[in-house]
């Protein structure tokens, strides 16, 4: 079966640091991509891992251990428009994205 | 770079009814495009691959008849609903992965179809 696993909700302050983190099993795997999107828009390209380690892009960083088949996403400094849905991916065969359920993430003033 | 359009933004229609949404890369050719749909609240799922010249490939469960893909050519890709009912209600949204080598997939803005 194919099962990604990451928490339902986060909320935080802003100028904060948070971390979202995804579990993955997967029958095939490539990298761990995350997506941001806002309500009712489209999914935008985050950020990707095909091999371990951190990977970092401005804000954000996103992290991979396939030994452990974990990885989490950490915003940086965190802004009142960071408040959207965050979802990780397994990046599968043939370009194929499986999805987890996505991480509301709620920015408080 | 690596834009993908979808047309339309919204439709309603009647059940019974098909519709048609176009998926484009703009900058880019695509031999692959992906259809997605995602209720609210949830997660987006995968319908189907769709390659340039060839028959789409749908994922387990969804039924190639109902929802027709084609992809005609390296910058389009179609998705009809056929007959469809007010449980196809649901945000389809297209992906298009650029030929960069890093198999990145760039989304469309989505469809909003919502039937009566």
Request: net charge negative.
């Amino acid at each position: 079966g194919q099962s990604l696993e990451q928490p339902s909700e986060v909320t935080a302050v802003e100028g904060a640091i948070v971390q979202i983190n995804c579990t993955y099993q997967t029958s095939g795997f490539y990298g761990l991509s995350w997506y941001q999107q806002h309500d009712g828009g489209a999914p935008t390209f985050l950020s990707y891992n095909g091999l371990d380690g951190l990977e970092e892009t401005g804000r954000f960083s996103s992290f991979l251990s396939r030994s452990d088949s974990y990885g989490y996403l950490l915003l940086q400094e965190l802004q009142m428009k960071d408040s959207a849905s965050y979802f990780c991916a397994v990046n599968n065969q043939g370009g194929k994205l499986i999805f987890g359920q996505g991480t509301e993430l709620s920015v408080k003033p | 770079g690596a834009v993908v359009s979808q047309h339309p933004s919204r439709v309603i229609c009647k059940s019974g009814t098909s519709v048609k949404i176009e998926c484009r890369s703009l900058d880019f050719q695509a031999t692959t495009m992906f259809w997605y749909r995602q209720f609210p609240k949830q997660s987006l799922m995968l319908m189907a691959t769709s390659n340039e010249g060839s028959k789409a490939t749908y994922e387990q469960g969804v039924e190639k008849d109902k929802f027709l893909i084609n992809h005609a050519s390296l910058t389009l890709s179609t998705l009809t609903v056929t007959s469809a009912h007010p449980e196809d209600s649901s945000f389809y949204i297209c992906s298009a992965t650029a030929s960069d080598g890093t198999d990145t997939q760039y989304f469309g803005p989505g469809t909003r179809l919502t039937v009566l």
